[in-house]
């Protein structure tokens, strides 16, 4: 059993979750969120993600969602991922880690 759950679905943003964990060296589990049985519309998913969206992440803190915050949440408290809160750079990467969530990627998708 590890502290995380990542639940995910093939061709959602989970991938680079899985590949941020992955960097980080961070033990984690899977758990595949059913699209074709409407898995992201069952109430236990819904506890975890109350938009029904993919992926989720369980942590010892709660679950988290949305790509960019899991990946913000995950660089702030692993590290190697992103500056430090103060570093001069940070803005720079915030606006590119929220671009590439939001735009590049849904875009991709498509």
């Known amino acids: 059993m590890t502290d995380y759950t990542l639940h995910y679905a ?3 943003a989970s991938l680079i979750i899985r590949l941020a964990l992955e960097a980080q060296g961070v033990a984690y589990d899977t758990c595949l969120v059913d699209r074709a049985a409407q898995g992201q519309s069952a109430p236990a998913y819904r506890a975890l993600n109350p938009h029904g969206l993919i ?19 995950l660089a702030d408290r692993h590290g190697g991922l992103a500056p430090a809160a103060m570093d001069a750079t940070r803005a720079d990467f915030l606006k590119w880690l929220f671009f590439v969530a939001n735009t590049v990627h849904p875009a991709l998708r498509m």
């Open 55 to 73: 992926p989720a992440l369980q942590t010892p803190d709660g679950p988290m969602f949305e790509t960019g915050a899991i990946l913000l949440w």
């Open 10 to 12: 093939p061709d959602n």
